[in-house]
């Protein structure tokens, strides 16, 4: 495609309840990442997926978040038991040649 | 681990002024370096990449940035800003594995009419 697409734009969900975010790259990119924004922050490192290596999961805040890619392409982020302090934008990035190019986002915003 | 520091949290300027962003980093290895910008309502692009070669980096809209090794830093300037330049800018290292991406917490800069 054009661009990194990440769907949906918005998610509203109540406490407890499990998401799915998800990330369609750059086609052709092996590297893809996670990163998670919050308002008055930087954007904090979630995990790392280079190619068919072991993904670097070290970003990951708890056993509540995980992510898969699958075929190389395609990426999940899963949310399980949300909580309120999850709420934040969720940015999908491919990358080539160290050029990260950006998704617009998923607004999460928990009840 | 490596770590960015941006000084300004947010940077007013009157329009057609210079203006200089701060950013400095912690490594122990060497590091590339970037500078991200966000305009108001849409995703981060790439304004300007340090890799390797001279220090001083060009990039689009008229920015430009040195890399001082002995100062650790990697400050984006700009000559003469326009309303267009106001966005968030977000500078950023990583090392040669790129496996992580470490950002700084950004500035947001705001052009004065």
């Known amino acids: 495609g054009a661009g990194v697409s990440q769907s949906p734009s918005n998610k509203v969900t109540e406490k407890g309840k499990d998401v799915e975010l998800r990330c369609d790259p750059i086609?052709?990119?092996?590297?893809l990442y996670w990163y998670r924004q919050s308002l008055g922050q930087g954007l904090e490192f979630l995990i790392y997926f280079q190619g068919n290596s072991a993904p670097d999961k070290s970003g990951l805040p708890s056993d509540r978040f995980s992510a898969e890619r699958t075929g190389g392409s395609v990426s999940t982020l899963t949310i399980q038991r949300t909580q309120q302090e999850d709420s934040a934008v969720y940015l999908c990035?491919?990358?080539?040649?160290?050029?990260?190019?950006f998704g617009s986002g998923t607004q999460l915003s928990v009840l | 681990a490596q770590s960015v520091t941006q000084l300004d949290s947010q940077v007013p300027v009157f329009e057609e002024a210079p203006v200089e962003l701060r950013c400095n980093y912690s490594s122990s290895v060497s590091v590339y370096l970037f500078w991200y910008v966000q305009y108001p309502n849409q995703g981060l692009q790439l304004l300007l990449k340090y890799l390797s070669g001279s220090t001083l980096v060009k990039g689009i809209n008229g920015f430009e940035a040195e890399f001082n090794k002995s100062q650790t830093s990697f400050h984006l300037r700009k000559p003469s800003v326009h309303i267009s330049d106001t966005a968030e800018y977000f500078c950023a290292v990583t090392t040669w594995t790129g496996n992580q991406f470490y950002f700084g917490t950004g500035t947001s800069l705001t052009v004065i009419p």
């Open positions: 990035a491919s990358s080539q040649s160290f050029n990260l190019f």
């Open positions: 086609s052709g990119h092996t590297a």
